[in-house]
């Protein structure tokens, strides 16, 4: 290449450059570029949305239905070939089944009922048979109504969401009776000939489980290449099931269980939250207070992301339930997903021996609220098991929770022993403590903790002797504070003046809204939680008076004690009926105890026991002794050294 060569490409270069600048537009009239092709983009998504809101419209009659027999009824509106052409050119391949009649199948045995649409081939209802609202009518987890159920995903560049499709039974029968045997009812969705996506449901008798398969034939064509998962959504309003809307509410929530791993939940108090699940999961609970929807992969999904809002108070649902799945697709020719279904009971017989696979922990009782660490422990290996003992042999659940009151309070009898004596051996020695606060004064009150100390010791009493019997028995305590609410067995089980042990028992019931009462309170007044109150106060008073030493020491406990019962008056007001039963129980079997075993203490001789210990020379604990040894040892060898 010569020079002048050279020359003549740098100036063609110089040329373009200046060309480019000179017609670079401005700032301005690029912002103004940039706007336009924002507004057509978004002119052009409206129109897209039209025709598809357009033509679903067309496809489904004033309930979401297109009855083709109407179509026949009506030539002049609805006989229109360029319209139902356009349905189908909106749908592809998928056009003929965006066109049908929505029709219903039940699927049943002894314990639940599922209707299934051919409308998405879904769930329209679940019954359980055994069981019924609070009010007696019939008990649906779910409606037709209110619910959505099925996949998104995209087919020759167009959006297929087979909610909205029309699925055809396969050899199903209108109403199919699994009590004797296991049945199947198989629905499929048309893409053609030969192509299909095909849902399958099996139901076996006296089980709670059924299970849902998702097979994808012919789909590899369809579906759009490079496509590594579907989209599965699945929305619920969850219906109020129970006597009293905002305890049920506080404890309706979605749970889920990772891959191999926990299982994790939303906060269920809170008025709305969500989360995205990153990692696979195992299966997705929709739970409420004693009934759940748990949908559970053989194998698992991909991610997920879950999220729940609260409806208006004492409405007709509690919350909204979304979960928006992703489902691995290999994009074969013939794949299947396969899961299960449970609707059923929150009872913890049942749900620890719900599997799919025998070596795999679903671990569905952590939907139970038992309470964590030591309080489910107890909850689990000690009270389940009691009360499903006692069950056994009585139907009566007011008398199962007495008798259950009783056995708890007779283990728990040598502790409360032991509390007590040393109370009373904490108040022989108030008249000393006395003496000691009025010899030395209160400004040098860590020479009065030391004398005070020196005379327990020298008296052989531990001043913590009366709580640590106590705070063994709070565990358990609080174990059936999380107990009664959660177990399904109390619902709907009356006793004396309560319909049902599982929600709160009303003498007294008002509509008005008394501002901060019914807030706080509630619009009732429960006769057990009264009860539970007053045995406190009794159960306080008692206490007291055997606890003067220890009140000496803590003179604000008192008050404390008092201020309890009072707050528990608020707070039990609107819980279990069997909770509060079960404390009022608890309270009085205390107070028995109290009366008897103060009839077999003597305080002059507890007194005269304590004078004898402060005679005695004193042992040495092993911790000193081995102190004292180590150093004589150190000693000895430090004069060997010398």
Same mark, same amino acid.
């Given at each position: /290449? ?471 028995? /709070? ?81 604000? /406990? ?9 707050? /528990? ?74």
């Amino acid at each position: /290449m010569d020079r002048n060569q050279i020359i003549g490409i740098v100036l063609i270069a110089v040329i373009l450059i200046a060309y480019s600048i000179y017609t670079k537009p401005t700032q301005e009239e690029a912002e103004k570029a940039r706007q336009e092709r924002i507004s057509r983009d978004s002119l052009q998504r409206v129109q897209d949305e039209l025709d598809r809101q357009n033509a679903a419209q067309f496809a489904n009659t004033e309930n979401g239905i297109l009855n083709q027999e109407t179509i026949r009824e009506n030539d002049s509106t609805l006989l229109d070939t360029a319209r139902i052409n356009q349905i189908k050119e909106t749908y592809g391949s998928f056009g003929e089944s965006a066109v049908g009649e929505q029709e219903f199948y039940t699927l049943e045995n002894d314990l639940i009922k599922m209707i299934i649409s051919t409308k998405g081939g879904r769930p329209y209802s679940v019954e359980m048979k055994n069981h019924q609202r609070y009010d007696s009518t019939t008990l649906l987890l779910f409606d037709g109504d209110a619910t959505v159920f099925g996949m998104n995903f995209f087919a020759e560049n167009r959006k297929i969401s087979t909610n909205d499709l029309f699925f055809k039974a396969i050899e199903t029968q209108v109403k199919t009776d699994a009590t004797g045997s296991e049945k199947k009812a198989v629905f499929r969705l048309y893409a053609g000939e030969y192509k299909y996506i095909e849902y399958t449901y099996k139901i076996k008798p006296g089980s709670y489980l059924i299970d849902f398969d998702i097979r994808f034939f012919g789909m590899d064509k369809l579906i759009s290449l490079g496509t590594n998962y579907i989209d599965f959504n699945w929305y619920v309003n969850a219906p109020s099931l129970e006597k009293g809307w905002s305890w049920e509410n506080q404890n309706t929530g979605i749970y889920w269980k990772y891959f191999q791993d926990e299982v994790d939940w939303l906060t269920e108090t809170s008025d709305a939250d969500d989360e995205v699940l990153t990692t696979k999961v195992k299966w997705i609970a929709f739970k409420q207070q004693f009934f759940s929807s748990v949908l559970i992969a053989k194998t698992a999904m991909l991610n997920a992301k879950v999220e729940h809002e609260n409806f208006e108070e004492n409405s007709k649902y509690l919350k909204k339930f979304n979960a928006n799945i992703s489902l691995p697709f290999d994009g074969t020719s013939d794949e299947k997903i396969e899961f299960s279904y449970y609707f059923g009971p929150n009872q913890y017989s049942i749900l620890n021996n719900i599997h799919i696979d025998e070596n795999d922990d679903l671990n569905l009782t952590k939907m139970i609220p038992l309470g964590w660490g030591i309080f489910g422990w107890i909850n689990r290996f000690a009270i389940i098991p009691l009360f499903n003992f006692l069950g056994g042999f009585m139907s009566n659940y007011g008398l199962i929770i007495l008798v259950m009151t009783v056995l708890i309070k007779l283990i728990l009898f040598p502790f409360t022993y032991k509390s007590y004596a040393s109370s009373a051996k904490m108040r022989v020695l108030k008249p000393q403590i006395d003496a000691i606060n009025e010899k030395i004064p209160k400004d040098k009150s860590m020479e009065r903790q030391q004398a005070t100390m020196a005379l327990y010791k020298k008296a052989g009493v531990n001043p913590m002797g009366g709580c640590l019997p106590m705070l063994f028995q /709070m565990p358990i305590l609080i174990a059936m504070y999380r107990f009664f609410p959660a177990s399904i067995e109390l619902r709907q089980q009356p006793f004396l003046w309560a319909t049902d042990l599982s929600s709160y028992d009303a003498i007294v019931t008002w509509t008005t809204h008394i501002p901060l009462i019914s807030d706080f309170y509630g619009n009732h007044v429960s006769l057990f939680t009264l009860l539970m109150a007053v045995s406190m106060i009794f159960s306080t008073k008692l206490n007291s008076s055997q606890m003067q030493g220890a009140n000496a020491q803590m003179p604000g /406990m008192k008050t404390m004690m008092y201020m309890m019962p009072v707050m /528990m008056l608020f707070w039990f007001n609107k819980y279990s009926a069997g909770l509060s039963y079960y404390y009022f129980l608890s309270n009085l079997i205390t107070v028995g105890q109290t009366i008897i075993i103060r009839r077999f203490v003597d305080d002059d001789a507890v007194l005269k026991k304590l004078n004898e210990n402060k005679k005695k020379p004193k042992k040495k604990s092993k911790f000193q002794s081995r102190l004292e040894d180590m150093a004589k040892q150190r000693g000895y060898q430090d004069k060997k050294k010398k």
